[in-house]
């Protein structure tokens, strides 16, 4: 795959993709819900983290040795990319409640704390990966079981208990069971698009930067 | 020199794509269509190629003037899957507001859905002005059948006058 046609077609595609995908709510109907203000900072922060550690380079898409348009391409590259990483946040934080506001923190503080930390690429993809598969399982298993209409009496008697418990802060609207495919592929779709990111040439390991064929050297 | 030239194209054709994608994707959030005849409906009318399917349209138009409001709206929403066209979503409008008409009370919830499927039209209709040329009709444009609307679901002193039970259903 050429440069040209990773810039052009393929990331861009990929991100909004994922920004489309991510939109969908079905629940008793079918909305498109663009990521909210909250989810646009924390996809900020996504996108710090991923140019810190080397999984994108900026000046792979954006420079005056390029041609006008191939900086355009790098623009829009960046922008979906941003669009994507709120998407997929806004995807992974509860619809409503307590769970809503904990996941909203815990991710805030994670890429934070990710910024801290500044791992090399390889780490904050799994570091990704590992996080939002968690995030995935605890929104559309845990919680969406926890949620989900009871179907035997006992069921409906505990989930009746934990809802007065809570006084109905822990418990979700209702979804589709096709919302959680949609999420899932529109989480791996953004991983992928991640991993195809035009990395940076040096390799990364904690606060030391290996140059290619070089020794490492304290940064 | 032909690799230069097909990494620009290339890059131009994918800026072209991504951009329509973009469009598309802005167009679903500002729409929220439901259905996928909504979706290739909003889309046939963005480019003016929609159209109401008019033996459904004349299906409903005959089960309106009979009085069978029901049988009426399955036929316009047949005849306006995509819920683009003004006229359709009139007269589903003056289906509820027919329906929901009573001489001692109004409908309350048929009417909202009235007053919701007015709405639509009106949002559909060029510059927001819509006039039904039907001689059957009492109320020949959006805004009267939007006033009568509303004005039913209201609560006042009026609604407890006993001259109500001569009015007549518009």
Redesign the interface.
Known sequence: M?D??K???VL??AF?TV??LG?VRIGQ????V?PSVFALVLGLLVVRVVVQSGALAPQRLLGSSR?A??N??GV?VLL?LWLASAQVIAVLIPESGLPRIGFGVFLLILLVNTAAAAPDRIRLLRSLSVTFGSLFLLKFVVLRELSEPGTSGLKRVLQTLLEGITLGALLQPPSHPAASYVALLSLVLFLVALFLLPASATRRTGALVRRRGDALEAR | MTELRTERLTRFAGLAFTVVYAALIGWLFARQPQTVAQITGGLAATIGAYNVDAQSFDDGLRFFRNDQFVEARMAFARADPAVRDARAQFYIAYSFYRQGWGRLYSDDALYAQGAAAVDRALALAPAGRLVVDDEDLRMRTGEELKAELEAGRQREASDFNPMRVFRERK
């Open positions: 050429t040209a046609l810039e052009a077609v861009p595609a909004l920004v489309l939109s109907a079918m909305n498109l663009p041609s348009l191939a355009f391409n829009v979906a």
